[in-house]
């Protein structure tokens, strides 16, 4: 078991530019999950997928940000026109759903310069 | 929506002592989990205990559900327990976690 893996670890992207963060979560497991970390915010919830379905994506920002989960197996979240604010850790996380234990990836560190 | 708290935000030790964390949350929580995170480093999930008393290694964590409250007790604590202890528990719809601020903790040799 691998774990949940996120690509890439590092990235930096110029103002204005598009961004893609890839997850692929733990095999099996049918919740996944999207969170963002800053010192100032702490982590906060991005979105949610089950069985693939976006179920709620009440955390993220309206107009530039956008979760899919294509198949089971990867999930990403995309973000256009970034700018410095969305410089953060983007963490992926999984779980086998309900109540059950979630797993988190080690995160994408998201810098716009 | 659920609300996350954490005391003491910060936390120092002699190796070989002690700690005590605490968890208050504002609503019921079907799920409460305990995480570690290094300096720079990832979320590891230490403990999943939405009520009752669990252990694993040199933690106990103890969640009483009506209280709205959990705690994480380290014991024989090391230098390699250093870092940030993060508490996150659900609404009573599950699925989301909220997460507290934190508690730094430095255990010193």
């Known amino acids: 078991n691998a774990g949940v893996i996120q690509t890439p670890r590092h990235k930096v992207t110029g103002k204005g530019q598009e961004a893609t963060l890839w997850c692929e979560p733990i095999s099996g497991h049918s919740a996944v999950f999207w969170y963002r970390q800053t010192i100032v915010q702490g982590l906060e919830f991005l979105t949610y997928f089950r069985n693939q379905a976006p179920i709620d994506d009440s955390g993220m920002p309206k107009e530039r940000f956008s979760a899919q989960m294509p198949n089971q197996s990867h999930s990403t979240l995309k973000i256009q026109s970034t700018q410095p604010q969305d410089s953060a850790v983007y963490l992926c996380?999984?779980?086998?759903?309900?109540?059950?234990?979630?797993?988190f990836g080690k995160g994408t560190r998201l810098t716009v310069v | 929506g659920q609300q996350v708290q954490q005391s003491p935000a910060s936390l120092v030790l002699q190796e070989g002592e002690n700690a005590e964390l605490q968890c208050n949350f504002s609503s019921t929580a079907t799920q409460l989990q305990w995480f570690y995170q290094s300096p720079g480093g990832s979320l590891v999930s230490l403990l999943s205990n939405p009520s009752g008393t669990k252990h694993t290694g040199r933690l106990t964590s103890t969640t009483v559900t009506k209280e709205r409250r959990s705690s994480l007790h380290i014991s024989s604590s090391q230098t390699t327990d250093s870092g940030t202890y993060l508490c996150?528990?659900?609404?009573?719809?599950?699925?989301?976690?909220?997460f507290g601020t934190g508690t730094s903790l430095l255990v010193d040799p």
């Open positions: 996150a528990a659900s609404s009573n719809m599950g699925y989301k976690l909220t």
């Open positions: 996380a999984s779980s086998l759903g309900g109540n059950t234990e979630v797993f």
